[in-house]
């Protein structure tokens, strides 16, 4: 397949390879080439399989407002090589930068932001809080971090904190979950509405056991969530853990894409060598 020169790509519709982590970063791509080379753009990733209530809507616009920046685009393709350029802007691109672009550019839905800024004001006010990212990694060569150095370092961090702090956890694994619960008395998680399944990830949907350990109930009409409210939920997660006062997780997309929300917040890494870093 041949490359398109993105120069002359006006109106972009991408193949269906895109998640929440590489389409906000296509986007980002797309207004960093409008700013400096003024081209124009409309952005629509079309929808497949039943999660979406019509195949062929945009993708994008179920989380973010429409993006259509300049005048007259004209629709042409992505290939499959151009999206995975995604990846690299979501690691190259100085984070201060997609933080600009993204507070001038991108805004969620009205129902979308609504559920972030309750939370928060909910939760996040008059208080420390300390962000906690965790996901069971996939791969059998993938070595995790093990709980005890989430749990030693949060409990150091504690003590060093005033009584009002909150540990907001994102995480796909239950049991790291309950460790934490049986340390602290101060954990949250989002959300209510959907009974804490954000934390399970698309490899368990299918695990209806495991969604009861983790909520302790379900839905018997429908237990677990569509693919569309688990990416909702992870956007959610992302934009509330970057306004937390401190990030503690593993190197991660979700890390890379929370520090572009908010490129300020201080980051404890426990990389898979379980070597300590901070920024």
């Not at 062929?56 to 989380?63: Q, T």
Request: aromatic content about 14%; charged content about 20%; hydrophobic content about 35%.
């Amino acid at each position: 397949m041949p490359v398109v020169d993105l120069n002359t790509c006006n109106f972009l519709q991408i193949p269906h390879v895109y998640n929440e982590h590489n389409s906000l970063n296509i986007a980002l791509d797309l207004i960093d080439r409008y700013e400096k080379e003024g081209t124009a753009f409309t952005l629509k990733l079309p929808t497949r399989g039943t999660s979406y209530p019509k195949p062929g809507d945009n993708w994008w616009e179920y989380y973010f407002e429409p993006l259509s920046l300049g005048n007259n685009p004209k629709p042409t393709h992505l290939t499959y090589y151009q999206l995975t350029q995604s990846v690299r802007t979501l690691y190259e691109m100085p984070k201060k930068r997609a933080h600009r672009l993204i507070k001038k550019y991108i805004r969620f839905k009205p129902h979308i932001q609504q559920k972030i800024t309750d939370f928060a004001n909910q939760e996040f006010n008059d208080c420390f809080v300390q962000g906690v990212y965790y996901f069971k990694r996939s791969h059998p060569l993938l070595p995790l971090v093990p709980y005890d150095w989430y749990i030693n370092y949060l409990r150091w961090h504690c003590k060093r904190l005033p009584k009002n702090n909150k540990i907001f956890v994102v995480t796909n694994d239950p049991e790291f979950l309950a460790a934490l619960r049986e340390t602290f008395d101060n954990v949250i998680i989002f959300p209510h509405a959907y009974d804490n399944a954000s934390i399970i990830d698309r490899s368990t949907l299918a695990l209806k056991s495991l969604y009861k350990k983790i909520t302790g109930s379900g839905n018997q009409q429908n237990p677990l969530l569509s693919r569309r409210e688990i990416e909702e939920h992870l956007f959610i997660n992302c934009a509330l853990i970057a306004q937390t006062n401190e990030i503690v997780g593993l190197a991660s997309r979700f890390i890379e894409m929370a520090r572009q929300f908010n490129p300020d917040t201080p980051l404890t890494l426990f990389e898979s060598s379980w070597e300590q870093k901070s920024s």
